[in-house]
């Protein structure tokens, strides 16, 4: 956390930087995940309403009025067992008749029965388009009858080539239900309550075969699709069918631009919500299957999945901007902790440099010769600032131009024993009674020519004594390291002292000497 408030404290530009790139991936990502959970919950609801769609279009075909009606006369009507099995009716049989009666009660197109050799024996047609004397063994209802099952069979019709559906009920030899039926009581429709069904309740529905092939739609130029790319094989097997007519003779049918299972699809540049529910109407071939399509860009808007991204991004921003603000916080504390504790150390060596000043002081006060000062006050000032090398002059009254060595500490060669006044760095320095503090390039050590001959150092501290106005002397010291500003600072009290202590040492010798002389 430290690190962080450092870094962000430091780089506030990458820091907005950083919480603004946050707030826009939260903001997408909250919008991506809103718009797919509401893109699955409309695909889970579409899905509940094709399994309805389903059962509702089985409930009225499979377990509907018309087929119970053709069942029961597959049960129980004699007359159309008879037909069923010899086509030769009784003369007071009435079985056209019977099969008008259903086909008018319940709006059916024809109703007719086919014997156990696939022949229709009698049919009945609304328009008068007889089916008498048509070939129905390859159909799957007959197929289906003469195995005692009941089917609803979708189709071309052959005697009117439309679309139509087949309830198609076994006849039995006996009154009861057996494993085998002797013919089949089969009644036409034709798909407008299918089509009823897929008109104007989704945006796209549709009708599959067991083959693939869409044979009801509410668009209606995708009927007579194929999915899926048709090969040879399998379309050979659709038109050995005959269920479609012929208008798959002579061409081959397109690709339905969908596939049908569940899930998002993208049709035309749109995206479309896509559910599958099988409708089993006991087709030999399988269950067809019904298909809904909802267009996402009407159920599932990027408007309220967008109010959802900026509200995220907002309080992304939001929850960045204090994020922010609580580590400039830390920060800004932390560096009063620190400057506290700087100052708290700098009190304690500044208190503990006054001690040691004082008792520098005192001990200077004890010296009884200039030699003895000079001694003391190098030694003391290689504890305090650090100094390597030191030479200390001191100016006799009887000669003012030229100052006398007292004292050196740790010079490789011995110094000079008198220092002219403009001579060399020193020598400049006690001339113009002004301070110096040299340090040498970075990188390297600058070789001078000072009081302590050719040296070699980080830093020169160079000092004149002065005592109002009067030069008493001057000081060098070498250091190893740059003098900083608490050094500096520092070297100019140790000189204002050791200049008064300096100053009192001559004033006594002068009275010493003064005492002696006769």
Partial sequence: MNTLAVFFALH???AWALVVAASLAVALLAGWSDLRAREQLVGSQLQTEARRSSIEIMSTTLNGNLMGSVTLLGLIDGNIKQEATNGLRSIDANVMGTLSTVGGAFGAEGVFIVGEDGIVKTSWDRIDKPSTGLD?????????????????????????????????????????????????????????QVDALLKDRYDVAMLLSPQGVVFASSRPEWQGMVEGEPDAQRLAAIRELRQFGKQFDERKPLPLPIVARDGTQRVEGQRFAVAAADVDWNDPSGPWKLVLMSKLTNTAPWGPSAWTAAV??????????????????RHTQAQANLQL??????????????????????????????????QVFLRE?????????????????????????IGSAACAEPPATTLVLGEGLLGQCALERRKQVIATPQGGVWRLRSGLGNTQAASLLLAPLVVQDALVGALELALLAPADSVQTTQFEELVALLATNVEIQRRNRQLQQAEAAP
């Fill in 381 to 405: 000032v290689r504890e305090v600032l650090g100094a390597v090398q030191g030479v200390l002059y001191v100016s006799d009254p009887l000669s003012p131009q030229v100052l006398q060595l």
């Fill in 136 to 192: 129905v063994r390859f159909r799957p209802y007959y197929k289906k009858a003469m195995q005692g099952q009941t089917s609803v069979y979708a189709a071309i019709s052959m005697a009117r080539g439309d679309r139509a559906l087949y309830f198609a009920a076994p006849i039995f030899s006996e009154y009861a239900k057996s494993r085998a039926g002797i013919g089949g009581v089969v009644a036409r429709t034709n798909l407008a």
């Fill in 341 to 374: 504790q700087a100052y708290a150390h700098q009190q304690e060596a500044n208190v503990a440099y006054r001690a040691r000043l004082a008792g520098i002081a005192a001990q200077l006060q004890r010296c009884n010769t200039l030699a003895d000062l000079a």
């Fill in 312 to 329: 995220a991004g907002v309080l992304t921003l939001l929850l960045g901007w204090m994020w922010l603000h609580l580590l400039r916080g």
């Fill in 12 to 14: 506030a530009r990458a």
